[in-house]
């Protein structure tokens, strides 16, 4: 390690979000009601641009919180606003809350977007976007798909249906197009310029069936070609498989991630694109741990692959059950950095040296 900072939060998070300014959004997931959605502000050598030595400041700080009634399963800020949108169960409604202003250090909620039946649905899915106007694509299955204005609570857009099946994740690869990933590991794009747009099942190979899978997208916003987009997919076994939207057909890379043993829960499973460094992805859900793998060099054979890097520090901590990861995401801007949290309430804020 370059760095290492580990915390305590007051219970365990499932998100991990960056806002404006460096802030970190987490948010507990308790079934039991009163979760706390807390804006912190990262340890300043977290901010620097540098790494500057020994700094004495090395704590979040809480900036400003609210309470959520139901648990916080996805949290995502909307770009360019105060605003965020949170899902979790018991059904596939959305809450927005204001994140205030300079002199309250109250996150408020201001409403709620709710979908054509939503109770008894899964939780929704969620992704936002400032391009045309505060966007968010939401939905539980393959037919709930939308995406709502967030400030008028306006149907931008309803998806055209290929079947019930429930999401893993969905994602805006640009303004105009997005990617949706189902638990089974079917991947389908939709164009969100035509009014009741149609999904397209994107034709990639097929994946084992009976895993559950989650999907990781590269960042919307780092400006790359409009749709030219890999995306990878992880499954409950192990398996990554990347997938190049434009030549679909043909597998990209896959291999199979070390991982301990099957996920069962396959609730935290998490694959995320470094934002900096070419062809890095991470993967955490299935332990305390967090793997770096460098996919450059990967092929369509699906071998295992070799880990460039092992964060095990959530599951060195505790001294009762082992901690498993529930989420980590890259540092926008430092290449190196991630930050990860555990179901023991850690959150660990990482910088790992290439060996």
């Known amino acids: 390690y370059r760095d290492l900072h580990t915390f305590e939060l007051q219970a365990p998070t499932r998100v991990i979000e960056w806002a404006r300014g460096s802030r970190v959004g987490v948010a507990g997931y308790g079934q039991s009601g009163g979760n706390e959605i807390l804006q912190l502000i990262p340890p300043p050598a977290l901010q620097a641009k540098e790494t500057q030595g020994l700094c004495p400041e090395r704590d979040f700080k809480v900036e400003c919180g609210g309470f959520s009634k139901r648990p916080v399963y996805s949290l995502k800020y909307v770009p360019d606003t105060s605003l965020l949108v949170t899902s979790g169960p018991p059904d596939s409604s959305l809450q927005v809350w204001q994140v205030s202003a300079e002199d309250s250090d109250v996150i408020k909620p201001v409403s709620t977007i709710a979908t054509e039946n939503t109770t008894g649905q899964p939780w929704a899915k969620i992704a936002t976007i400032s391009a045309r106007g505060p966007w968010v694509l939401h939905g539980s299955t393959l037919d709930s798909v939308q995406i709502t204005e967030v400030e008028l609570r306006k149907n931008i857009y309803t998806a055209g249906s290929l079947g019930s099946e429930e999401l893993a994740g969905l994602a805006f690869l640009d303004g105009s197009t997005v990617v949706l990933c189902c638990t089974r590991g079917r991947l389908c794009v ?125 599951a060195l901590d505790g001294s009762g059950d082992p901690a498993l990861v529930t989420v980590h995401t890259w540092h926008p801007h430092k290449p190196h950095t991630v930050l990860s949290a555990a179901s023991d309430g850690s959150l660990h804020v990482w910088d790992w040296v290439q060996p």
């Open 190 to 314: 939709a164009d969100v310029r035509q009014p009741r747009g149609a999904l397209r099942a994107v034709a990639a190979p097929a994946v084992p069936t009976g895993d559950r899978w989650c999907l990781g997208t590269a960042c919307a916003a780092q400006g790359s070609a409009p749709g030219a987009q890999t995306v990878a997919r992880l499954s409950s076994r192990g398996l990554l498989t990347l997938t190049d939207l434009r030549k679909a057909s043909e597998p990209l890379a896959s291999a199979t991630a070390r991982v301990p043993s099957p996920s069962s829960a396959a609730e935290f499973l998490c694959v995320s694109w470094a934002p900096v460094l070419q062809g890095c992805i991470a993967v955490s859900g299935f332990d305390g741990t967090v793997h770096v793998y460098d996919t450059q060099s990967w092929d369509s054979s699906g071998r295992e692959a070799e880990p460039i890097f092992v964060h095990r520090g959530h």
